[in-house]
T-cell receptor, first 116, second 115 residues
């Protein structure tokens, strides 16, 4: 297992187009998180899944954003009708939560989105 | 409202000396804290953590101190090495209480270790 994998690494899209990113977590992890990082800021929480269930969404996640984790393994984050303000690094993280404790919180390398 | 603050955007330290990175938080419900290191074009890499039931945790050259009454934590790197040059993020979570384990990050401190 090589850690958390995110694809693509870079995406350039025209304003108004839809984009989809993929995250493959560490296989034994049951939690998957999406964060967004803009220049000069730390990562900001967007949403998370426990297995296939999406348990929380940040108010940062507008109606144009949707995330899925259909079989409790990989996850996709889709942005519809992209805007220039969506340009950011999108980070995925996974962890194992068991017995109330959190183990192995690991980030992927991110997908850098540029909306032109 | 910035719940986790790293007030020093950058820090330069001579190789071999101690680097001290600081972080302040406002939410008393935070009970678990992490430090991450980030190199350009990579995701954050976990460095060290501390639970609110402790006031110190060590891992090799890295030590994290937690002062709950002051809502302050710090990361000490001794001795500093040029390979430590990176952006360091402090992150906090109320995960042990809420079970969410979503992290609130500071804005980062860029550490430069001079050879």
């Amino acid at each position: 297992d090589t850690g958390v994998s995110q694809n693509p690494r870079h995406k350039i899209t025209k304003r108004g187009q839809n984009v989809t990113f993929r995250c493959d977590p560490i296989s034994e992890h049951n939690r998957l998180y999406w964060y967004r990082q803009t220049l000069g800021q730390g990562p900001e929480f967007l949403t998370y899944f426990q297995n296939e269930a999406q348990l929380e969404k940040s108010r940062l996640l507008s109606d144009r954003f949707s995330a899925e984790r259909p079989k409790g393994s990989f996850s996709t984050l889709e942005i519809q009708r992209t805007e220039q303000g969506d340009s950011a690094m999108y980070l995925c993280a996974s962890s194992l939560v068991a017995g109330g404790a959190n183990y192995g919180y690991t980030f992927g390398s991110g997908t850098r989105l540029t909306v032109v | 409202d910035q719940q986790v603050k790293q007030n020093s955007p950058s820090l330069s330290v001579q190789e071999g000396r101690i680097s001290i990175l600081n972080c302040d938080y406002t939410n008393s419900m935070f009970d678990y804290f992490l430090w991450y290191k980030k190199y350009p074009a990579e995701g954050p890499t976990f460095l060290i953590s501390i639970s609110s039931i402790k006031d110190k945790n060590e891992d090799g050259r890295f030590t994290v101190f937690l002062n709950k009454s002051a809502k302050h934590l710090s990361l000490h790197i001794v001795p500093s090495q040029p390979g430590d040059s990176a952006v360091y993020f402090c992150a906090a979570s109320g995960g042990r209480t809420s079970g969410t384990y979503k992290y609130i990050f500071g804005t980062g401190t860029r550490l430069k270790v001079l050879a």
